[in-house]
């Protein structure tokens, strides 16, 4: 079982770094460096317990009794040490015209964008792992050079090539259960002979239905970017079959799971993957830290709140803050001295910390260039049953879209096949149930108002839920320096008294075409398979729905994937990026910044491979830094070579 610490305990140790944050970032990074021997601090700002077999079933339960079934609802409110939440957005039909918004906010974070920024995360232990949906395919290879490829955003300083081995060393890590010759087909992998460690999840029948009707049939996007269409099975970080050949036939055995000790339940289809699989098929960052030397302390309940500045452009020490009670904002001031500092606690918790502590200046890109992956929503009904609301949230997918020379001219995009039918879109299958019984709200997609009840209740429900395809199609986010995080510590903080982010977000044009384009491409798919479209964008009684706007005369709408990226961007040049390719900031040679923070594109992809990639590329860093500063001096040397000179 993963030992916690308090902060007050944590500030009395010597350590060679401190890392804050225990996300994937944090944890993979201070995993690395235990096993080297040298002594790593974790401050974790939110709660520990789910380390536990009983917090975790504590979890599970709170998820059941939630009313709204969103990303946060397996944890409970922190007033410490708040998190973000989609439930703190809602439409505002009094915002729209005269460029004021069409939404409210009202949380954790200030938004005061034109547009509203959707994602969340979870401050606990593990971080946004503890929430995430677990897929994890890799980015492609002109994800990296979206600048000079196609003329839009940034480039990074290294390619796929350079991440490949440490793709796969998270795979490993993470463990992911995928099919290699089909990521192969896409160009992510360039392995002819790697296998992922785990047979990949079985598709769904939702996949077979969509493969049956769509496979090798072609669609055009309203560019004219003509492509046929290929049903792909998804990398997923759960448990599956390991596969006996991994490793030149050494085979892959799953980390330990809380209660369910070196392996967890393979994945039965539960349903809650996001955010919380009571079977721990799912990987969560518990499973690294369950593998932490004795080197390693984990301190929970501890939020930094400034990296303090030394000599000679050097950090010195984390100042951060112990509480007790997360019902309570009531702390403890501590301050922690460390060779090396990393800051693994979110893209936008990290920008939050360099603004507050005034470092990485240099650029004035600290907080910039935030990312997402606006994710926009089409639903349809089948003309047959396809068995939707069992499963991961999406198994396959159409991948076709993610490249190409149209990219020029909008964004790039991967359409998802979900297998939880309208959830999302239209909260079914309880707005079924509530339109079915007149309870309000508009038709869903032949579950017509007027009260029915008894067997005609059940059977019109029967003939209808069961036929809800979703497609969820993530549009690629360029970096945009007006698209940032800033803090005003006068004005906003919490109730701990560490300033808010500020949240300035909105969708440029690239963007909107892309979002347009998913869209239309959406609708010829649904033609493709026989199926009536019920996607509505449009507002409702004068109100837009959230993320609304008009583009080419078209009502769409888009929500945030979780995937904030961008706030620490990484490059070559000290004057227009904060961290180099090691995710080390240009301006303080120990102190670094890793997470997607540090991507300057983000491709279609969702992130957390990518990122877990770049954090095991650091570690290497890190612990090369850490052998440097601990080299003895050779006075003898040195005497000599004066007496020379």
């Known amino acids: 079982m993963i030992e916690t610490t308090t902060g007050a305990e944590a500030a009395r140790g010597s350590y060679d770094a401190v890392v804050v944050g225990a996300g994937w970032a944090g944890s993979l990074i201070a995993e690395k460096l235990g096993r080297r021997g040298w002594r790593v601090l974790v401050l974790e700002a939110g709660e520990a317990g789910t380390q536990t077999w009983s917090g975790y079933l504590d979890s599970v339960r709170t998820f ?3 009313v709204a079934k969103v990303p946060n609802s397996a944890y409970r409110h922190n007033a410490a040490a708040p998190s973000p939440d989609v439930l703190d957005l809602s439409p505002d039909a009094s915002g729209s015209g005269e460029g004021r918004p069409e939404y409210t906010a009202d949380g954790y974070f ?9 994602t969340d995360y979870v401050r606990a232990l593990g971080g946004a792992g503890m929430h995430w949906l677990g897929a994890v395919p890799r980015m492609h290879p002109d994800d990296f050079t979206t600048r000079s490829t ?38 992510v992998v360039s392995d002819s002979g790697y296998l992922y460690p785990m047979h990949r999840i079985p598709p769904s029948h ?12 072609e669609v055009t996007d309203p560019m004219g970017d003509k492509r046929e269409l290929h049903v792909r099975s998804l990398p997923q970080a759960r448990n599956s079959t390991p596969a006996p050949e991994y490793d030149k036939r050494k085979g892959y055995r799953p980390k330990g799971a809380v209660g369910l000790p070196n392996y967890g339940e393979r994945c ?4 809650s993957c996001v955010p919380i699989c009571p079977v721990q098929a799912k990987s969560t960052p518990l499973r690294v830290q369950d593998g932490f030397s004795d080197s390693v302390t984990l301190a929970a309940r501890s939020v930094a709140t400034r990296v303090l500045r030394g000599q000679d452009r050097r950090v010195r020490a984390v100042e951060y803050r112990s509480y007790n009670d997360p019902a309570s904002p009531t702390s403890e001031s501590h301050t922690v001295r460390a060779d090396i500092v990393v800051l693994a606690a979110h893209a936008i918790e990290n920008a939050r910390l360099l603004l507050a502590s005034e470092l990485a200046t240099t650029s004035g890109q600290v907080g910039r260039n935030l990312m997402d992956h606006p994710t926009t ?19 396959s997918g159409v991948e076709d879209f993610r490249f190409g020379g149209k990219r020029r001219e909008r964004a790039p995009f991967r359409i998802e096949l979900s297998n939880w039918g309208w959830t999302w879109s239209t909260g079914a299958p309880m707005s079924n149930v ?13 579950v017509k108002t007027g009260g029915v009840f008894g067997p005609q209740l059940r059977s019109l429900l029967g003939s209808t839920i069961g036929r809800q395809l979703q497609l969820q199609i993530a549009v690629e986010q360029s970096a945009d320096e007006n698209n940032r995080v800033t803090i005003d510590p006068r004005r906003y903080r919490d109730a701990m008294g560490n300033p808010r982010p500020i949240i300035h977000y909105d969708l440029g044009e690239h963007v909107r075409e892309g979002v347009y384009a998913a869209y239309e491409v959406s609708e010829r798919i649904f033609t493709e398979l026989g199926a009536t479209s019920y996607t509505d964008h449009e507002p409702v009684d004068g109100v837009p729905p959230l993320g609304h706007f008009v583009h080419r005369g078209t009502d769409l709408t888009y929500h945030g994937a ?39 594109s983000v491709g279609t992809s969702n992130p957390t491979l990518t990122m877990c990639a770049l954090a095991l590329r650091s570690a290497e860093r890190i612990h090369r830094d850490l052998a440097a500063l601990s080299q003895p001096t050779n006075l003898r040397s040195r005497a000599n070579a004066e007496e020379k000179v």
Request: glycine share 16%; proline share 6%.
């Open 434 to 446: 509530a339109s079915a019984l007149a309870l309000g709200g508009k038709s869903d997609g032949g």
């Open 268 to 271: 039965v289809g539960n349903a």
């Open 377 to 395: 929503l089409a639903w349809a009904l089948a003309a047959d049953q396809v068995g939707p609301y069992r499963g991961p949230g999406h198994t």
């Open 562 to 600: 979780g995937h904030g990226a961008g706030t620490h961007i990484m490059g070559t040049d000290p004057n227009d990026s904060v961290v180099d390719a090691d995710q080390r900031t240009h301006d303080h040679p120990n102190l670094y910044a890793v997470g997607c923070g540090s991507m300057p």
């Open 64 to 66: 059941h009794s939630a």
């Open 150 to 187: 196609y003329g839009y955003g940034r480039d990074w300083p290294i390619d796929a090539a350079d991440l490949e081995p440490y793709y796969e060393e998270a795979e490993k890590e993470l463990g992911v259960a995928g099919d290699a010759e089909g990521q192969r087909h896409l160009g």
């Open 110 to 118: 200030v938004q005061k964008g034109k547009m509203p920024y959707g």
């Open 206 to 217: 939702i996949d077979k239905y969509c493969h049956e009707k769509l496979e090798g049939r």
